[in-house]
Structure formats: structure tokens, C-alpha cells
């Protein structure tokens, strides 16, 4: 019996098992067996021996290898090393993330990547205190405890200095979850007690606090209480119930805190107890109104306020016992969400002598004018700020209500009621800030003597409604604005926020024309036209203008009841999106038409063909169109002479390319098929398929505009009303009954009646594309896989290396993923819409989805990866911002996307037990996934790797 040893232990066991005497039995010698293995052992020995010398040699080489990578750091970063130490401070400070970056990933990245370079780098960089000085701890890690002892050390890093400390939750929100017994099996009491611990490590140094931001859910905050030490300096405190659950916030106080800013979502102010003191900034929501008027006599050094959500009070019948006179408050908002009947005693009990600018949104309420004035009378302030918005209110009662504030600079109103008058509003305005009782020759002297600026937001569906001339009426007359007579205006904004812009043509009054002609001469002209705010006073938007006007002038439309002009083109509509980083710049949005034609124009022999075999099928001809999209297909929206609107989609012909030209008519006939069979299902808003040809399709114009060209300019209650339509479309689509096969969906006629069946996978490219159907998800990640390697050919030789081992470290790593598919809840089939972005769902202006078009890319597939959250505000996989492409762009803030998918998992929760599970559970599949499919440019898959390491160890 044979017995194989192969490390040090074992040869140990040998040793210790040598027989007691020698070997005598072959006629006195010792047998075969314990010569070879005496043999056996001497070169054993000679190898331990071998072994001992290699160590040695490896050791030194290491050492070595240190000493020269010590002198290659010196050789490679002459100028940081070159310098004097404080120098060298000097310049690591300028790599910190800018000021209000407290993501994780942001906050630790700047100083550890320093300290990784070299030895003097990081000995620079652990000596540097202002490297230290902001901690950013994300409390929803999985291994929150094995964090401890680096939280310590960063904070002993930072000296003697001011802290800056944010406590949140991880970007799959595992703190919100832990102990739901969701996919999180996390022990509670273990994660508390670490908590607590980083809590009492931080209350150490509250002494150096200067700002603390806490977002977490609401059942951890208490383990925040409890300060020991003052801080040197005020401090500014936000707190945050991530979970929006207010009633569980157990009650906690942070009385030794110093506090000058204090900012308290979901925080019942009745929960939190701490110095009102010295307070001068407080942002509260949902409030009850009393704690509101207590919050005024507990906090007497307060400036700024803002009151949101302000809800009723929990008494039947409140009171105030006095009137609460506070004379250091300069700017106060004031917001509702809901109705609040104690509106009129909340201000007829407060006074603000010094206030001088207020907000006001008051959407279920009329707008209290008496008791507003009032208010302003008893505080006898000089009020130069007043902004209006959301709120209902008839234009003669505003206008009103205006008069009585005659100390007014800036003005911004947004009505919200569907009723408002606005030509009736403009001509009270402008008749009360310019008497007609004056005569001819005497220079007109405003009501609203100081008023500067004026911004108006308009909320019609069509901007050529706008009544343009009796708008510029506020200006005054036009012989009044330049020279001495100038008056004090230097702003006048126009903002459409809920109309169908960008529109081919916007007409503008004759008369309203000439106006802006005049104005265009007077030096004084500020104008916008979009959400953004971009103003006349910026120069290329002042030639624009000036083009436009010209153009105006040069195209008077012919004819004897002329009235009007065209403005083409119409002035150019920037949307914000947010990078990466949470910075929002302004960007033309996708354009919402390539390019227009009407009857008379010209026309190509491919476009006219089509329009003829569109009037051969709808016995009508096409008179205007404008070109929706070019890519893919071309896409036009069509007006027919007998005023019917249609969409027409003509396919891209490959006659060249016989692969494309397969993907193209497969992918275009399977979505005429899918429209039918979904249509059928009378569930989801879809489009009617009016006619179709070889290559082209006449589909029904449905309502709505793309929700991606109106996102920016709804309010809160328009985006939760369509989170709600949305969940409820995906839903629906979610328990179709579809075959169980891993594909894209194909529909056969039987009987003249499509039945749904399976084929292969048709991706948004020829080689994303599957030649076969696949039976389970491993066989779909084998293939994606093999597909993401073609994108490895083209790098280079040190990019493909670690290409290859990032796709190596994935294979491994998707097969304990679908383990999870064993349960028939997560391994379901389902149908999938795989181009869902927001301009491909309509939806009216109140946030109501009205259909869902481009049903091209879709798929049926495990329901655990057929699931997701709107894609516009996924932070998951490559749009997660610590590792997407600089140049992706989302539409939504990094805190509203937050809010959003908070409300989406809430809303899906109460709805659907197996969906929720299938979005939380199946969040790293899908993000995988996300990866494999993504083109965007990753050299050596350098972001997809970082996101591995990041977010899967």
C-alpha cells in the first residue's frame, strides 16, 4: 500500500514513522522496499535543502525588487518628489473631489489612490491631515465590520482639523433591507453593534464636527444620539430618513451639538430634541404644522426657512395661544403637498419683520390673499423676493395681491390652475404697474416702483396660445426703454415648462412682433424659451435672436387675413442631464425632428414610392411629414390630406450585406408580429398596425409626447403618478403568458390569429444576435460571453490580456448566480422589452403613459434578468456612476434617481411579491449582463473590471 506526501507536514509524518531498527530481513540485509526508501529520503533531504536555498533567493529578489521599484517611483514622479514636502501636500489637496462629493467611492478614492503609488507618495499623503478631513462611511456594506479599523485610522489621519461626515446606506440600499429576509440574510443585532461602534469612534472627534450628512433608514438613526463633546466651531447637521418612513424614527437627541444648519427629511421634529439656540437655517419636511409655530420660539436666531410637506396637526382643534414675532428670518419657504385647512391660523399667528424673500406653493389650496396680506401688514416687512408656484389663484386676485407689495425686486410666478387667465393676468398687470390715467406726455412711473426682474412659467400645450403682445405690455411703452426713461427691469423671462417643444414653426402675433423688434434695439432685452433659463443676455443667444426676428420679417405669411409670421427655426430647447459626478449641464436633448417636408417640396424617388404605397393602403395622401428617427429605421410622422395623423417606419434595405439584410428583415417583421399578438392582450397601450409592405409599416399616431422631452418639466406629483402608471404597464407585461424558451418573441398565424412562440435572439446589432433559441441562462451567458470577446480582437496586447481575465473572473462568478434559478419564481420566462428609455413611452402632461412604442429589441428570458428599474434612473452595472463612460449622461439628479427607485421598489412591493424579488435578487445578474452587452469604449474592460472588484468582492 502506497502512500503520496507533498508538503512540509507530510514529509514531517515520514520522520516520525521511521522503523525502530534496521532492516535484516533478506538473509541479514536490509529488503528492496527500505532500500529505495532510504534512497527516497536522501533525496527528500537534499530537496528540503534545495527548497530552504530557493526561499533565501526569493526572498532576496523580492527585496531587491522593492529597492527598485522604490527608485523607479523616484525616476517616474520627479516633480512631486522634487518639491518640498508641503509642496507636495500642497498638490495632493488639489486631487480631492470638489466640495459636496460625498459618494463613497469619491470621498476614498483621492487619498488611498495616492498612498497606493509608492512609499513616499504615501507617506506624503498620511501626513497630509486635509487629505483625511472628509470620511464618507457607507453603513450598508456587507463586511461593515472588517471597515472599523480603517475608519479609526482615517480619522487619526485628519489631526486636529474640521469634519466633514456622511453616514449612508450602500447603492443597493442593504441597510434598508437587512433583516427583511429579502435576498439579505444579515444578522441585525451584528450590524447594530458595529454601528455603534463606528457611532462611539466618531463621537470622539465630535469636537472637530463642521458638517454631518446622515442617510440612512429611520430605525438606525438612534444609534447617532448621544454626543459627548461640543463641537469647537457651529456645525451643520442633515439628516435623512432613507427609507421615508418617519413614524418608526425612535426619539434621539443631539443636545451637545452646536448647530447653525439643520436640515430634516422625514425627521418628525417631535422625535429630535437638540439646541435650537443658535440655529440659522432650517430645511424641515414633513412637519406638523404645530411643531412648525414651536420651532419659531425655539430657534430665535433663525434667517432661513423652509417649511415642505407641511401636514396637519395630529389635535382636532389646534391653536396657537399667541402671535410668534420673529424678527430674524429673511428668507422663508413655505410648501404643501397636500390640503392644510389650518392654513389661515398658521399665518395669522406669525409675524416676520425682516423677511425679505418668500416662497409659496400651495397646490390643494386657493391662494389665501387676505390672510397673506395680513401677514405682511402685521410684520410690516420690506418683501423683495416673492416667488408663487404650484399654487391655484384667479389673475385679478394675484394682481391684487401684488399691488400691496410695492417694495418688490424680483418676481417669479408659475400659476398651476388649469383655468388661469393669462392674457387676463398680463393685461392687469401691466395696467397696474402703468396707469391709464396718466397723460400721453408724462413718463409713466410703475406701481412696483423697484421691481428689476420678472419670471413668468407658462404651462399651456400650446406655446403659439402665448398671448406674446399683451406680455410685453409689462415693459411698459417702448419709447420708454433706453435714454433716460429707461425704467428699473433688467430681466423679463418667459419660461414654457409643459409644452410640446421643439416645434417646426412657433407663431407670433404681428403686433407682438414688432415689439420684439424694438426690444431687440433697446440694449435691455433679456428673453428664454426653455426650462433651462437660457437668457437673451448671453451673445450667441442674442444673434440667434436677432436672426430669428429678420427671419420673421422676410417670411410674412401671403394673404389677406394675414396676422401672423413664422419663426423658423424655433429657438433651440436645452434639458439638463447630470454626469457622472452629479454636475448638471444643459445639452441640446435628442432631437425631436431630423427634418421636415410639405407638399410642394422636394422629395426623393425612395421617399416618394413610399409615400405612394402609403396612399395606395389609407385611400389618402401624405401632405406634411416630420422625420422622428433616422437610425435603425426611419420614422415619420405623417398628416394625411384628410387630416389623419399617422406614423409611418420604412426598414433599412443591406442588399450588400446579406447578414445585415437578414437581422434587419427579421428584427422589423417580428415587431410587426409582436405589436399584433400584444395588442391582442388588450393590457398594454400599443400602437394599431394600420397597413405594412415589404419594408415599411403604418402604425397608429397615439397621443402623448416622449416622456423624455417632459421629464424635466414635471413636478413631484406628475413623475410619482407616472412611477405608478409605469409599474403598472411592467406589471402587466410581466405575467404574459409567453413559451418557456431563452429568445425573441416570433408570432405565427393560425387561423389568422398570431400565437406567440420563441426564435433566436435578436440583439441591437447582427453579432449581438443568436443564430438559435437557448434552454436555461447558462446557456444565454455562454454565448453573450462569447460575443463581448469579439470585442476583444482589436486591443491591444496588454488590453487583451486583461480583457481575457476580467471575462474569466465573470464566468466564474455567473455560475453561483444561477444557482438561484432552481426556483420557478426567479427562472420563469418572461416577456422583456429591451429598449425601454424614456423617449421610447408617451405619456400626457399629468405623467399618464399612453402608449409604449419600438417593441424591435425584445426578449423572453428568465424573469430574475427580464426586470429592472426605469432605465433613466438605474445607477446599476455600466450606469453605475462610480464606473460609467464619461460620457453618459442621465436625466434625472443623482438624489431624485435615488427618491425614485425608492418609490418604484415601494411601489412593487405593495404589488407584486415575485417581482420584487426577482428586482432585488436578481440586481449583480442583470448588471453582469448589462456589462456584456454594453458598447461603449472600455480598453482592457477597465471600468467593467473596477465595477467587478468593486462590487461583487
Same mark, same amino acid.
Given at each position: 500500500m502506497g502512500t503520496a506526501f507533498s508538503t512540509s507536514a507530510e514529509c514531517k509524518v515520514i520522520d516520525d514513522c521511521q522503523p525502530d531498527r534496521p532492516c535484516e530481513v533478506s538473509d541479514g540485509s536490509p529488503c528492496t522496499a527500505c532500500v529505495k526508501r532510504v534512497r527516497l529520503e536522501s533525496r527528500i533531504e537534499d530537496t528540503k535543502q534545495q527548497v530552504?536555498?530557493?526561499?533565501?533567493?526569493?526572498?532576496? %529578489?523580492?527585496?531587491?525588487?522593492?529597492?527598485?521599484?522604490?527608485?523607479?517611483?523616484?525616476? /517616474?514622479?520627479?516633480?512631486?518628489?522634487?518639491?518640498?514636502?508641503?509642496?507636495?501636500?500642497?498638490?495632493?489637496?488639489?486631487?480631492?473631489?470638489?466640495?459636496?462629493d460625498y459618494s463613497f467611492e469619491s470621498v476614498?478614492?483621492?487619498?488611498?489612490?495616492?498612498?497606493?503609488?509608492?512609499?513616499?507618495?504615501?507617506?506624503?499623503?498620511? +501626513?497630509?491631515?486635509?487629505?483625511?478631513?472628509?470620511?464618507?462611511?457607507?453603513? &450598508?456594506? %456587507?463586511?461593515?465590520? #472588517? /471597515?472599523?479599523?480603517?475608519?479609526?485610522?482615517?480619522?487619526?489621519?485628519?489631526?486636529?482639523?474640521?469634519?466633514?461626515?456622511?453616514? &449612508?446606506?450602500?447603492?443597493?440600499?442593504?441597510?434598508?433591507?437587512?433583516?427583511?429576509?429579502? %435576498?439579505?440574510?444579515?444578522? =441585525?443585532?451584528?450590524?447594530?453593534?458595529?454601528?455603534?461602534? *463606528?457611532?462611539?469612534?466618531?463621537?470622539?472627534?465630535?469636537?472637530?464636527?463642521?458638517?454631518?450628512?446622515?442617510?440612512?433608514?429611520?430605525?438606525?438613526?438612534?444609534?447617532?444620539?448621544?454626543?459627548?463633546?461640543?463641537?469647537? $466651531?457651529?456645525?451643520?447637521?442633515?439628516?435623512?430618513a432613507s427609507d421615508f418612513i418617519m413614524e418608526r424614527g425612535a426619539k434621539f437627541s443631539m443636545n451637545s451639538l452646536a448647530l447653525a444648519s439643520v436640515t430634516l427629511y422625514c425627521i418628525p421634529l417631535k422625535n429630535f430634541s437638540i439646541h435650537w439656540g443658535h440655529v440659522t437655517h432650517v430645511d424641515v419636511s414633513t412637519v406638523e404644522v404645530q411643531h412648525c409655530h414651536r420651532l419659531f420660539t425655539q430657534a430665535p436666531q433663525l434667517r432661513f426657512c423652509r417649511l415642505f410637506d407641511v401636514m396637519p396637526p395630529r389635535e382636532a382643534s389646534w391653536a396657537p395661544a399667541r402671535i410668534v414675532v420673529h424678527s430674524q428670518i429673511k428668507e422663508f419657504t413655505f410648501e404643501l403637498m397636500d390640503e392644510l385647512e389650518e392654513i389661515d391660523i398658521f399665518f395669522d399667528h406669525l409675524s416676520f419683520p425682516n423677511v425679505e424673500k418668500m416662497t409659496l406653493s400651495i397646490p390643494r389650496e386657493g391662494l389665501p390673499s387676505e390672510t397673506l396680506l395680513s401677514f405682511l401688514r402685521r410684520s410690516s416687512c420690506l418683501l423683495k423676493d416673492f416667488s408663487i408656484h404650484t399654487t391655484k389663484f384667479d389673475a385679478n386676485r394675484l394682481?391684487?395681491?401684488?399691488?400691496?407689495?410695492?417694495?418688490?425686486v424680483n418676481l417669479n410666478v408659475s400659476p398651476w390652475d388649469s383655468n388661469f387667465s393669462a392674457p387676463e393676468f398680463f393685461r392687469l398687470f401691466a395696467k397696474s404697474l402703468f396707469p391709464s390715467n396718466q397723460s400721453s406726455t408724462t413718463v409713466s412711473i410703475p406701481v412696483l416702483r423697484n421691481l428689476e426682474s420678472?419670471?413668468?412659467?407658462?404651462?399651456?400645450?400650446?406655446?403659439?396660445?402665448?398671448?406674446?403682445?399683451?406680455?410685453?405690455?409689462?415693459? &411698459?411703452?417702448?419709447?420708454?426703454?433706453?435714454?433716460?426713461h429707461r425704467?428699473?427691469?433688467?430681466?423679463?423671462?418667459?419660461?414654457?415648462?409643459?409644452?410640446?417643444?421643439?416645434?417646426?414653426?412657433?407663431?407670433?402675433?404681428?403686433?407682438?412682433? +414688432?415689439?420684439?423688434?424694438?426690444?431687440?434695439?433697446?440694449g435691455f432685452f433679456k428673453f428664454s424659451q426653455s426650462r433651462t433659463g437660457v437668457s437673451g443676455d448671453k451673445p450667441n443667444f442674442r444673434r440667434r435672436f436677432n436672426s430669428i426676428v429678420e427671419a420673421c420679417s422676410a417670411?410674412?405669411?401671403?394673404?389677406? #387675413?394675414?396676422?401672423?409670421?413664422?419663426? +423658423?427655426?424655433?429657438?433651440?430647447?436645452?434639458?439638463?442631464?447630470?454626469?457622472?459626478?452629479?454636475?448638471? /449641464?444643459?445639452?441640446?436633448?435628442?432631437?425631436?425632428?431630423?427634418?421636415?417636408?410639405?407638399?410642394?417640396?422636394?422629395i426623393s424617388p425612395d421617399r416618394q414610392t413610399l409615400h405612394d404605397d402609403v396612399a395606395s393602403i389609407l385611400h389618402s395622401k401624405i401632405i406634411q411629414t416630420s422625420c422622428r428617427a433616422k437610425d435603425m429605421n426611419t420614422t415619420l410622422d405623417a398628416t394625411l390630406v384628410d387630416g389623419r395623423s399617422v406614423i409611418v417606419r420604412q426598414r433599412h434595405s443591406h442588399p450588400s450585406d446579406a447578414v445585415l439584410e437578414h437581422w434587419s428583415i427579421s428584427k422589423f417583421q417580428g415587431e410587426l408580429q409582436l405589436m399584433r399578438w400584444i395588442r391582442m392582450q388588450g393590457k398594454i397601450p400599443i400602437a394599431d398596425i394600420l397597413g405594412y409592405g415589404s419594408n415599411f409599416s403604418i402604425q397608429?399616431?397615439? $397621443?402623448?409626447?416622449?416622456?423624455?422631452?417632459?421629464?424635466?418639466?414635471?413636478?413631484?406629483?406628475?413623475?410619482?403618478?407616472?412611477?405608478?402608471?409605469?409599474?403598472?404597464?411592467?406589471?402587466?407585461?410581466?405575467?404574459?403568458?409567453?413559451?418557456?424558451? *431563452? &429568445?425573441?418573441?416570433?408570432?405565427?398565424? =393560425?387561423?389568422?390569429?398570431?400565437?406567440? +412562440?420563441?426564435g433566436p435572439r435578436i440583439g441591437p446589432s447582427p453579432?449581438?444576435?443568436?443564430?438559435?433559441?437557448?434552454?436555461?441562462?447558462?446557456?444565454?451567458?455562454?454565448?453573450?460571453?462569447?460575443?463581448?470577446?469579439?470585442? *476583444?480582437?482589436? %486591443?491591444?496586447?496588454?488590453?487583451? =490580456?486583461?480583457?481575457?481575465?476580467?471575462?474569466?473572473?465573470?464566468?466564474?462568478? =455567473?455560475?453561483?448566480?444561477?444557482? $438561484?434559478?432552481?426556483d420557478p419564481v426567479l427562472s420563469r420566462c418572461v416577456l422583456t422589452h429591451a429598449d425601454l428609455h424614456s423617449y421610447n413611452i408617451l405619456a400626457d402632461e399629468k405623467g399618464m403613459i399612453t402608449a409604449i412604442l419600438d417593441w424591435e429589441i425584445n426578449y423572453i428570458q428568465p424573469a430574475i434578468i427580464g426586470v429592472g428599474y426605469p432605465e433613466w434612473l438605474s445607477d446599476d452595472g455600466p450606469s453605475d456612476p462610480d464606473f460609467a463612460s464619461a460620457h453618459y449622461w442621465w436625466d434625472e439628479s443623482p438624489n431624485e434617481r435615488r427618491r425614485l427607485r425608492a418609490y418604484f421598489e415601494q411601489l412593487v412591493l405593495a404589488s407584486d411579491q415575485a417581482f420584487y424579488r426577482c428586482l432585488t435578487e436578481g440586481r449583480d445578474m442583470r448588471s453582469i449582463m448589462a456589462w456584456l452587452i454594453n458598447t461603449s469604449p472600455d480598453p482592457g474592460f477597465e471600468r467593467f473590471d473596477s465595477w467587478i472588484r468593486s462590487r461583487l468582492s
Open positions: 530552504l536555498q530557493l526561499d533565501k533567493a526569493l526572498e532576496n %529578489m523580492l527585496q531587491q525588487h522593492r529597492k527598485l521599484r522604490t527608485m523607479t517611483n523616484r525616476l /517616474h514622479n520627479p516633480l512631486v518628489l522634487g518639491v518640498p514636502p508641503e509642496v507636495a501636500s500642497r498638490i495632493f489637496q488639489l486631487c480631492l473631489p470638489p466640495e459636496g476614498a478614492n483621492a487619498p488611498l489612490t495616492l498612498g497606493a503609488v509608492c512609499r513616499d507618495w504615501r507617506s506624503i499623503a498620511w +501626513s497630509t491631515p486635509q487629505l483625511w478631513t472628509t470620511i464618507s462611511i457607507c453603513l &450598508g456594506a %456587507m463586511a461593515l465590520s #472588517s /471597515h472599523v479599523g480603517c475608519i479609526q485610522e482615517w480619522l487619526e489621519r485628519s489631526k486636529a482639523l474640521p469634519l466633514t461626515i456622511f453616514l &449612508g446606506d450602500s447603492t443597493d440600499s442593504d441597510l434598508e433591507h437587512a433583516g427583511r429576509g429579502m %435576498m439579505y440574510d444579515l444578522d =441585525v443585532q451584528e450590524r447594530c453593534s458595529t454601528i455603534k461602534q *463606528i457611532s462611539e469612534l466618531l463621537n470622539q472627534h465630535s469636537g472637530r464636527w463642521v458638517e454631518v450628512k446622515i442617510s440612512i433608514p429611520a430605525r438606525f438613526l438612534f444609534l447617532f444620539q448621544d454626543v459627548k463633546q461640543s463641537p469647537e $466651531r457651529s456645525c451643520s447637521l442633515d439628516i435623512m394682481v391684487t395681491f401684488l399691488q400691496h407689495i410695492p417694495s418688490l420678472f419670471d413668468y412659467t407658462d404651462e399651456r400645450d400650446n406655446v403659439e396660445d402665448f398671448p406674446w403682445k399683451l406680455a410685453f405690455r409689462i415693459l &411698459g411703452p417702448v419709447s420708454q426703454m433706453s435714454g433716460s425704467q428699473t427691469f433688467k430681466a423679463f423671462r418667459i419660461h414654457f415648462s409643459n409644452d410640446d417643444l421643439p416645434y417646426p414653426d412657433l407663431s407670433v402675433d404681428k403686433k407682438a412682433l +414688432s415689439l420684439l423688434r424694438a426690444l431687440r434695439h433697446t417670411r410674412a405669411v401671403v394673404g389677406p #387675413s394675414s396676422t401672423s409670421f413664422r419663426l +423658423s427655426p424655433p429657438l433651440t430647447m436645452l434639458l439638463p442631464y447630470w454626469n457622472r459626478i452629479g454636475d448638471v /449641464h444643459y445639452l441640446e436633448p435628442y432631437p425631436f425632428s431630423f427634418e421636415d417636408w410639405a407638399a410642394g417640396s422636394e397608429e399616431k397615439m $397621443r402623448g409626447l416622449p416622456v423624455g422631452l417632459q421629464w424635466h418639466s414635471w413636478s413631484t406629483d406628475a413623475k410619482n403618478r407616472f412611477m405608478r402608471d409605469y409599474v403598472d404597464v411592467i406589471l402587466n407585461l410581466f405575467h404574459l403568458r409567453v413559451p418557456q424558451l *431563452i &429568445g425573441s418573441a416570433l408570432c405565427d398565424l =393560425v387561423d389568422g390569429t398570431p400565437v406567440l +412562440s420563441v453579432i449581438c444576435s443568436s443564430s438559435d433559441t437557448f434552454d436555461d441562462a447558462s446557456e444565454l451567458f455562454r454565448f453573450l460571453i462569447s460575443v463581448k470577446r469579439k470585442f *476583444i480582437e482589436p %486591443m491591444s496586447p496588454s488590453d487583451r =490580456v486583461r480583457a481575457e481575465q476580467v471575462l474569466s473572473a465573470i464566468e466564474s462568478r =455567473v455560475g453561483s448566480l444561477l444557482q $438561484r434559478l432552481s
